[in-house]
């Protein structure tokens, strides 16, 4: 079979389809048992049962949870509506410079442990120990702040009368029986999760535009004074830093989806239609929500400034201010489920890493040891250990002061892993020109638009927010000035540097020759069924490939 197209760009590829019968692009595409696993190593396979259409529709929800339903409220109070609008319009073009630059890299090389690996082949081992430890430790301390979270949402309708420590259990348990199952199963019931949030913020924009019609019996029509009456640029550049501090918390960086192609049946198709669906998807879910919420709630309502339970959203102020029932106790519940898929994704992720870590010898091999369902197990292991420990610390008030720095490790690490991987996006492209490398000249290559718009748009995102980093520790806006507030803030940052030069210094690791560098390992050749596949899907007319970003069965 002759294939003469290539793609370029995110979606613009045209092809010459074959005659043949195409699956659907959704379901399970049938290839050999010996192409579902990656080749690896001695200890063990993991397996490529994560379908095109569970990974788009996780796509889709990932990443959505409190940090869009409950902290816009808290960055509407710290920098009000004009503040918070330009923050998380920066982040999500962040969003979109990150994940061109990551397709590009993981479409040719769908490793599990993506950027980390790639900043082991192309840049420094010691970048990827720091990268991947930071990683590592800022996903699994998310886990722990959502087990937290979790028991201020049950408390909403318990009013305490469970104690803390059940709750937590049950809340482990749930989570850690999950990754007994296979791999598929994680997949599925991040699958319905996702939904569920999807859901909810349709079900929530709905609500908002009737709240601003004036709904309710004790509603009245919004006209937007509250960018009139009061400061839209509030607390002037500190606002602005908490907010996009805030937003990157929320965001998240969305390099989970790159990690799950590592287990994808089909990464080409999956990370392609990801690249191109997550931006839309979280500009159309945080900027709506961030411009309803600037309209239905005023910067002043000092019950934002809790910012600790759904009582706190400014979405269920809204609608209990316009005295409408019933609504807050559907957003807790549905909020409940999306932090049980978010919790999931805290484990699945941070564990890749360490296997990653470990097939390239940061690691000891006990991390990268798989079991024959596919399960990185001893990675699986070690980070619920710790996920668990650190969970259960949350219920001393010490412990809860230790999780908080944690916290502020993956805020941090968020941004400072977008610089990485923009960085890596150079040596990867240099390593390509010195060994006149074919890799995009593949049928269906995948290129990112504009190469380097992306990188470079990564870099001076990466660089604003570590200047709201640096100004929020020396003057926060909430209370002054002190050396605890300095390190909370930028210890994430501290650490990944502390940790890249010592492990530089102690293994006097090799800085990466683009000549020299491994463009072979990992490198994924597309399979007949794939090239068919792809051929049906860029042989439709464009109106059609659009519409599969919208089907989520």
Avoid at 21 to 30: A, E, N, R, V
Avoid at 246 to 267: K, R, T
Avoid at 315 to 321: C, E, K, P, R, T
Avoid at 377 to 404: D, H
Wanted: charged share 15%; proline share 5%.
């Amino acid at each position: 079979m002759k294939h003469e197209s290539k793609h370029v760009g995110s979606d613009g590829a045209s092809s010459t389809a074959t005659d043949e019968k195409h699956p659907d692009l959704h379901s399970t595409i049938s290839i050999g048992e010996d192409q579902l696993d990656i080749p690896e190593t001695e200890n063990g396979d993991l397996r490529r049962n994560l379908s095109p259409r569970l990974i788009h529709v996780i796509s889709l929800g990932s990443s959505v949870g409190s940090g869009l339903f409950i902290a816009t409220g808290k960055a509407l109070a710290d920098g009000g509506p004009g503040n918070m609008f330009l923050a998380y319009l920066v982040v999500c073009l962040g969003v979109w410079a990150n994940l061109q630059t990551l397709t590009e890299m993981t479409i040719a090389f769908p490793t599990s442990g993506n950027y980390i690996d790639y900043a082991y082949r192309w840049v420094d081992p010691a970048l990827a120990f720091g990268a991947g430890f930071a990683e590592w430790l800022g996903w699994t301390s998310v886990f722990a702040s959502e087990a937290t979270f979790l028991v201020i949402l049950v408390n909403y309708w318990a009013g305490g009368v469970v104690p803390e420590a059940v709750l937590l259990t049950i809340f482990l348990v749930i989570c850690l029986a999950v990754f007994l199952m296979p791999t598929e199963y994680f997949g599925w019931i991040q699958y319905f999760g996702a939904l569920i949030k999807a859901f909810l913020f349709v079900f929530i924009t709905i609500v908002s535009l009737a709240i601003i019609g004036g709904a309710g019996s004790s509603g009245y029509v919004r006209n937007g004074s509250t960018w009139t009456d009061l400061p839209a640029f509030k607390n002037s550049f500190g606002g602005f830093s908490s907010a996009a501090l805030l937003a990157m918390w929320a965001v998240g960086d969305q390099v989970f989806i790159g990690v799950m192609a590592g287990e994808a049946e089909s990464p080409r198709y999956s990370m392609a239609h990801s690249a191109s669906l997550i931006p839309w998807r979280v500009a159309l879910f945080y900027l709506v929500s961030v411009v309803l919420v600037s309209l239905i709630v005023p910067s002043t309502d000092p019950r934002l400034l809790g910012g600790s339970s759904v009582a706190s959203s400014p979405f269920v102020l809204a609608v209990q201010d316009a005295g409408i029932k019933v609504i807050p106790d559907l957003i807790n519940a549905c909020m409940i489920l999306g932090i049980l898929a978010i919790a999931l994704e805290c484990i699945f992720l941070p564990s890749r890493i360490l296997r990653t870590m470990s097939l390239q010898g940061l690691l000891p091999p006990l991390f990268a040891r798989v079991d024959d369902k596919g399960r990185p197990r001893w990675a699986l292991v070690i980070t619920a250990i710790v996920a668990v420990i650190m969970t259960y610390m949350s219920l001393s008030a010490g412990g809860t002061e230790v999780l908080n720095w944690l916290i502020a490790i993956t805020s941090a690490s968020f941004f400072t892993n977008w610089a990485i991987i923009a960085f890596t996006s150079f040596r990867f492209r240099a390593a390509v020109r010195a060994q006149k490398s074919r890799l995009f000249q593949v049928p269906y290559a995948w290129q990112s638009s504009l190469w380097p718009l992306a990188p470079l748009t990564s870099l001076v995102i990466s660089s604003l927010l570590f200047a709201c980093v640096i100004y929020t520790s020396i003057k926060p806006v909430v209370t002054g000035f002190s050396a605890y507030s300095f390190f909370s803030s930028t210890i994430g940052m501290l650490m990944i540097v502390f940790f890249t030069v010592a492990y530089k210094v102690v293994y006097r690791t090799p800085w990466r020759d683009p000549a020299t560098a491994d463009l072979v390992t990992g490198h994924r050749e597309l399979s007949t069924e794939e090239l068919q596949m792809l051929d049906a899907y860029y042989g439709r007319p464009l109106w059609r490939r659009m519409g599969t970003y919208l089907r989520v069965w």
